[in-house]
T-cell receptor
Framework: GESVGLHLPTLSVQEGDNSIINCAYS??????FIWYKQESGKGPQFIID?????DKRQGQRVTVLLNKTVKHLSLQIAATQPGDSAVYFC????????FGAGTTVTVRA | DTGVSQDPRHKITKRGQNVTFRCDPI?????LYWYRQTLGQGPEFLTY????????KSRLLSDRFSAERPKGSFSTLEIQRTEQGDSAMYLC?????????????FGAGTRLSVL
């Protein structure tokens, strides 16, 4: 099956700085990826998605980059805010989701 | 609010008891998924339905687990003879298949504690 991993389990960032969360996947045939945010006591919340025919996709304050050559994707959060403190997951979307372990982002005031 | 709702939010039970969880998906969504999440880990796929048909069950879903979606709307997940290892967050998600994206939207989950 698909294996998805995140590079760092935790990330501490100063409020106002940019955050970068990295993720690697194992199956080169994977073609659709989603980033989710999970706050304490809540279910995962959709942030942004990207298909393999794209290298970059932008949303509100977030950008996802996909490097198919090295099977790597990243989520960039601009001007990180206290409300961005959460666990972030990348997932391969192949009718069912395969998640990595998550990166806990803590925003310092 | 028309998101995915799960009930109960928390369940504490004694080992050996049976428990049942309910999930109400977003109304126009035809696919419904169950995942299990343990502390510090990402959600793991358990099973999913398209309308009322259960299309796949993970090997994680032992014979003590059963899921139904009788009318293609809400779903229930039952665990019989609970064990301490069943303690986890059980998440439900729904999506609209035939939408090329098939983005899954999650409920808040049911946290199960088996004593």
């Amino acid at each position: 099956g698909e294996s998805v991993g995140l590079h760092l389990p935790t990330l501490s960032v100063q409020e106002g700085d940019n955050s970068i969360i990295n993720c690697a996947y194992s199956n080169s045939a994977s073609d659709y990826f989603i980033w989710y945010k999970q706050e304490s006591g809540k279910g995962p919340q959709f942030i942004i998605d990207i298909r393999s025919n794209m290298d970059k996709r932008q949303g509100q304050r977030v950008t996802v980059l996909l490097n198919k050559t090295v099977k790597h994707l990243s989520l960039q959060i601009a001007a990180t805010q206290p409300g961005d403190s959460a666990v972030y997951f990348c997932a391969v979307n192949d009718y069912k989701l395969s998640f990595g372990a998550g990166t806990t982002v803590t925003v310092r005031a | 609010d028309t998101g995915v709702s799960q009930d109960p939010r928390h369940k504490i039970t004694k080992r050996g008891q049976n428990v049942t969880f309910r999930c109400d998906p977003i109304s126009e969504h035809n696919r419904l998924y169950w995942y299990r999440q343990t502390l510090g880990q990402g959600p793991e796929f358990l099973t999913y339905f398209q309308n009322e048909a259960q299309l796949e069950k993970s090997r994680l879903l032992s014979d003590r687990f059963s899921a139904e979606r009788p009318k293609g709307s809400f779903s229930t997940l039952e665990i019989q003879r609970t064990e301490q290892g069943d303690s986890a967050m059980y998440l439900c998600a729904s999506s609209f298949w035939a939408d090329a994206k098939n983005i899954q939207y999650f409920g808040a989950g049911t946290r199960l504690s088996v004593l």
